[in-house]
């Protein structure tokens, strides 16, 4: 199942938990609508973004790459992370905290010692440094990547 027909699919709990939780990490106010700026001056309407899935799929695929950033602020990043079936996810710890929700595929997230079975509707969360990777990737993956840059209170 594609993100879109999951979208479309008369949602399960987990999955209206895990689009509530990856909406309010982002400052979604309507999934699939970002208030994200593009400079401080600007009123809120004007920092407007929207994204569709496949939008992004598209343009992820015309660059070849694993991962495509598609919004990159002083706050917060967001990017599409695809891993085909059988392959190595082969990522380095991160500087920032990370939110990684999964729209499609089945894998297991390793973090640490520890694996989580990840399908879609999965959220993560990932702090800074900590080391991890996608692991026995079983269906395509297809992730929504969010990296915090947010400086900590006080900090």
Known sequence: MNFEAWLAADASATRRDALA?????????????????????????ARFRAFTANDLSAAAEARG????????????????YR????????????DED?????LEGEAQFEIGERRTPVTPGTVLYVPARARHRF??????????????????AGG
Request: charged letters at 15%.
């Open 21 to 45: 939780a990856f909406a309010g990490a982002c400052g979604f106010g309507v999934l699939g609508q970002a208030a994200l700026g593009q400079s401080k001056d600007a009123a809120p309407e």
């Open 65 to 80: 790459n694993a991962y495509y950033p598609f919004l990159t602020k002083s706050s917060v990043a967001l990017g599409l």
């Open 83 to 94: 891993l085909p079936a059988g392959t190595e996810d082969k990522q380095q710890p991160h």
């Open 98 to 102: 990370e939110v990684y929700v999964v």
């Open 135 to 152: 692991v026995d990737i079983e269906k395509d993956l297809a992730i929504i990547v969010l990296f915090s840059k947010a400086t900590p």
